[in-house]
């Protein structure tokens, strides 16, 4: 009974930090990735009149607004905005460094990761929309925009007493973590216990070794990132860099 005691209490106060990051992360997400991201698109749009109506790698029409749609990407936003808070909560600490140098860290490698899965040189998102330049600064825009602001927020929310973590409603932003992000969430509980079984008996040695995979995970990120974006000029020809 008492070791059951004993893991609850830590349990369900790391499931009401994690409720409490997803607020923030859902918050982030819709207005950045969400609202963000779609006026980014009409901007594009507004720069290729030529192009209305041709439909994106991702199903939408061009230059169309559409509710659909629109709400679309507000729901997907929210859901990424709140993985990402869990994943800032969960290794978040590993960052070296003052503070702003941590901050930055987040920022840059979370930026290069989503810009790896987002920025291809297949279909016409990038190919397609000119000039190209703005079509991949404005898509990693919207990561580095969220890294930026999504650290200091969370930090905040998960401190003790924050009045993210009191009221049932707390509660409702774990939602996310049931669907669409159940595997995840297997993976942040296998991780939580594993570091609660093993991290904490070489705490040193479990840092450095989750150091080293966050850079290597960076530098295959990166190197995926840039060769998209050299096969995207690669893709649209020498004439037309700018």
Same mark, same amino acid.
């Given at each position: ?22 607020? !923030? =992360? @859902? &918050? #982030?997400?819709?207005?950045? $990735?969400?609202?963000?991201? +779609? /006026?980014?698109?009409?901007?594009? *749009? ?36 709140v993985l990402g808070a869990g ?26 990761? !989503? =810009? @790896? &899965? #987002?920025?291809?040189?297949? $279909?016409?998102?990038?190919? +397609? /929309?000119?000039?190209?330049?703005? *079509? ?69 040695? @479990? &840092? ?35």
């Amino acid at each position: 009974m008492e070791t059951r005691t004993r893991t609850s209490a830590p349990a369900v106060t790391a499931a009401r930090r994690l409720a409490a990051a997803s607020w !923030v =992360g @859902a &918050a #982030l997400g819709l207005l950045v $990735g969400g609202i963000g991201g +779609r /006026l980014f698109m009409a901007l594009l *749009a507004s720069l290729n009149p030529e192009d209305h109506g041709t439909i994106t790698d991702d199903g939408f029409p061009m230059g169309e607004f559409t509710t659909s749609g629109t709400i679309q990407l507000l729901m997907t936003g929210a859901a990424l905005g709140v993985l990402g808070a869990g994943i800032y909560l969960a290794l978040g600490w590993l960052a070296l460094g003052p503070p702003w140098f941590r901050r930055l860290s987040v920022a840059v490698g979370g930026t290069v990761m !989503v =810009g @790896a &899965a #987002l920025v291809h040189d297949e $279909g016409v998102d990038f190919t +397609r /929309l000119e000039p190209t330049w703005a *079509a991949i600064a404005l898509t990693l825009a919207v990561p580095l925009v969220f890294c930026l602001l999504m650290p200091p927020a969370v930090d905040r929310a998960v401190r003790d007493g924050s009045a993210w973590q009191r009221g049932g409603w707390t509660w409702l932003a774990l939602v996310p973590w049931v669907f669409p992000l159940f595997p995840v969430t297997i993976v942040l509980v296998a991780g939580w216990l594993l570091w609660r079984r093993v991290g904490r008996r070489m705490p040193e040695v @479990a &840092a450095w070794l989750l150091r080293s995979l966050l850079v290597a995970l960076f530098a295959t990120g990166a190197f995926v990132l840039g060769s998209e974006i050299v096969g995207v000029y690669d893709a649209i020809g020498e004439g037309s860099l700018l």
